[in-house]
């Protein structure tokens, strides 16, 4: 049964309530197929999900396919510039009509029996039709449209018609997403293209790694050894000071601030340009009046903080990081590389190189983050039921402000808590 957990060696059953606790969560979290599928149902198909940038499907006509959940979806934009997410799925015999990953369209064409669907999922025709006299009304068989909200450009989506306001949903983190956003300099901010990888693992062992600070000097060691004498000694002397914090939001969102003087990137602390930039600031003010030009080198390298959206992605300093779960023990995940639209070339190619570095198939973050979120899962497959996973860190110092949210240094789990307490919520109720 699902609310409970028999494992080989369990001398007792643990109710499903018992599994997340204020401090730790049972290992069967990350390896129950059961639990796995209540979660599809409950997180993924239940509330709010991210799918899409609008720098995505800038344009009527615009498509891109994903998935929410397990579930395959087309995110499109109408000739009226409305954006509508429906299920990639044929009314008739349940085939997807999409497989190209996007494109431009007026319509999708099911290739089993060619039933065809507008951009806004209407059933526009179907072969033969007199083979239907009076058993089928068009207008009562559309694609299944998901409940559509966008804010600041991220369009989510969800198959839950009574979901709360997506205003609601993201609350406090609404501030936090607008700062995110700053970083195209004055430009906008689109999504230029992204690779995506699998791992061995539970979906939710990355959802806690995107505000956890505490791996980076150890996981991230061969990147640190990498750059600069200067930057490597910013990447490990953070974690020691008192400024860096992380925060929890509210309905499973959490932020962490690695670097508080890059919280908002439009405002200039006077600090120099550093040295490697000069010349390219100086080819930037024959352009631009000079305070935008600080802005804009500032902006290269992304805002000083991770932005966790439960349940799918991450606003990570300079990209975005959406994780996918394929099973319980499978995860796919997509770096979205971000540039300034309209940007000079050059300063697109620096953040580009900077994206490859750190995130890119080839560098240094990606791969040994796998490594450890690969160790977990098999970690957490040892055949004991007494196993839990630790979420205590800095739950002795944490503090709350006025208005309730929770903080405590940045290598504390208090990001990490605030997910699981709304997994709880979601889950269990």
């Not at 089928?136 to 979901?163: C, R, T, W």
């Not at 995107?210 to 640190?224: C, E, G, L, Q």
């Not at 290269?300 to 975005?320: R, T």
Request: with cysteine; hydrophobic share 40%; charged share 25%.
């Amino acid at each position: 049964m699902l609310e409970t957990y028999d494992g080989k060696n369990a001398p007792d059953a643990v109710p499903l309530e018992e599994r997340v606790r204020e401090d730790r969560l049972h290992a069967s979290l990350y390896t129950d197929p059961d639990i796995f599928r209540r979660e599809i149902e409950r997180i993924f198909h239940g509330g709010w999900v991210w799918v899409a940038h609008e720098s995505e499907i800038p344009e009527p006509g615009d498509f891109k396919t994903t998935e929410i959940g397990l579930s395959p979806i087309i995110v499109t934009r109408a000739k009226s510039g409305r954006v509508h997410v429906l299920l990639n799925r044929c009314r008739h015999k349940a085939a997807t009509v999409c497989e190209s990953q996007r494109g431009n369209t007026s319509s999708f064409t099911c290739p089993y029996h060619a039933w065809s669907y507008g951009l806004d999922g209407r059933l526009l025709g179907i072969p033969y039709e007199d083979g239907y006299d009076g058993l089928v009304d068009k207008k009562q068989l559309p694609l299944h449209a998901l409940e559509v909200g966008i804010y600041a450009g991220l369009i989510f989506a969800s198959m839950n018609p009574e979901v709360e306001p997506l205003d609601s949903f993201l609350g406090p983190a609404r501030p936090w997403i607008d700062l995110f956003m700053h970083q195209g300099g004055g430009f906008p901010v689109k999504a230029s293209g992204a690779h995506a990888f699998r791992f061995n693992g539970n979906w939710k062992i990355q959802l806690e790694n995107t505000t956890d600070a505490y791996h980076f000097p150890f996981v991230h060691r061969s990147f640190i050894h990498s750059v600069s004498a200067e930057m490597a000694k910013t990447f490990t002397t953070f974690v020691r000071q008192e400024g860096p914090h992380v925060r929890a939001l509210g309905n499973g969102h959490s932020v962490a601030v690695f670097f508080p003087e890059n919280v908002d990137i439009r405002s200039d602390d006077g600090r120099p340009i550093p040295a490697h930039f000069e010349p390219l600031a100086a080819e930037l003010a024959r352009q631009f009046p000079m305070d935008r030009v600080r802005w804009i080198i500032r902006a290269i390298g992304g805002v000083g903080f991770n932005l966790n959206l439960f349940p799918n992605i991450g606003l990570s300093a300079a990209f975005l990081r959406e994780l996918r779960p394929l099973a319980v023990d499978r995860t796919e995940i997509r770096h979205i590389a971000l540039t300034m639209d309209g940007a000079p070339a050059e300063v697109n190619r620096l953040r580009l190189r900077l994206h490859e570095k750190f995130q890119g198939s080839g560098g240094f973050g990606s791969p040994d983050d796998m490594e450890a979120w690969e160790r977990v899962q098999r970690g957490a497959g040892a055949d004991r039921d007494d196993m839990w996973i630790l979420l205590n860190r800095g739950l002795g110092r944490e503090k709350a402000d006025a208005d309730g949210q929770r903080h405590s240094h940045v290598t504390d789990e208090t990001g990490m808590r605030e997910a699981y307490a709304m997994w709880r919520k979601a889950m269990i109720g």
